[in-house]
């Protein structure tokens, strides 16, 4: 696939390298690549000993633009929202009411931290592993880190010399598959940390009546 002068569009995530002649569209939920393309003067403008590194441009790009407008997206959604326990239906408590709630609240919050930092030495633990994807003739290699930003790109320049502009896109796009592949099988194999104590504590405060009845120990 290959086009006069580089495309963007508003509902796509698309980024080039300083060319022109690389462009890469990400899907803008997942931020993964789902489409790559040449220009049809990439050999003049780019050629072979160019293109990784034009490539890792345009995809790194692609990237910023992803996560930036995933932190819009992060901030319209965060709005005030209403306490999550009146002060009015705290001050009805008896003191003792109250004692006895706070030490509620204390035991789940330390419950939520104890799974907050499991959670993060998983992740930890995994942060140094990296996962590669390559075609089925081993000619174009992508690796990715658990978080799924290009981290690598290996190219066998004497096939890419040789290749046509359909195959070269054809090939990169089939090494990127290969390559979230071999990641979400990682992820697939690792079992997910239980978060019962969070997923309480989320539950609680988005119904203040249910946070209310939890403190008074009338919903176990």
Not at 174 to 200: H, I, K, M, N, V
């Amino acid at each position: 696939m290959q086009w006069d002068e580089p495309e963007e569009s508003s509902e796509t995530v698309t980024a080039t390298d300083d060319t022109g002649c690389v462009q890469v569209t990400m899907d803008p939920s997942s931020g993964r690549v789902v489409d790559f393309r040449l220009s049809a003067l990439w050999r003049d403008k780019v050629g072979v000993a160019g293109f990784t590194d034009a490539l890792a441009s345009a995809v790194t790009r692609a990237r910023l633009k992803y996560l930036e407008a995933l932190r819009n997206k992060t901030q319209q959604r965060d709005r005030p929202t209403v306490p999550a326990l009146p002060p009015e239906a705290w001050r009805r408590l008896s003191l003792e009411d109250q004692l006895r709630a706070l030490g509620r609240i204390a035991g789940l919050l330390k419950a939520v931290s104890a799974e907050a930092s499991e959670v993060l030495r998983r992740r930890q633990t995994n942060t140094t592993v990296d996962y590669t994807g390559s075609d089925t003739r081993h000619v174009v290699r992508i690796t990715l880190n658990t978080a799924e930003a290009l981290v690598g790109v290996t190219i066998d320049e004497d096939w890419l010399a040789a290749a046509s502009t359909a195959r070269v896109v054809s090939v990169v796009k089939e090494a990127f598959g290969a390559a979230y592949a071999c990641l979400q099988s990682a992820r697939d194999s690792t079992p997910l940390t239980p978060t019962p104590a969070t997923d309480r504590a989320l539950a609680l405060t988005s119904d203040p009546h249910a946070f209310l009845r939890w403190l008074r120990q009338e919903d176990d």
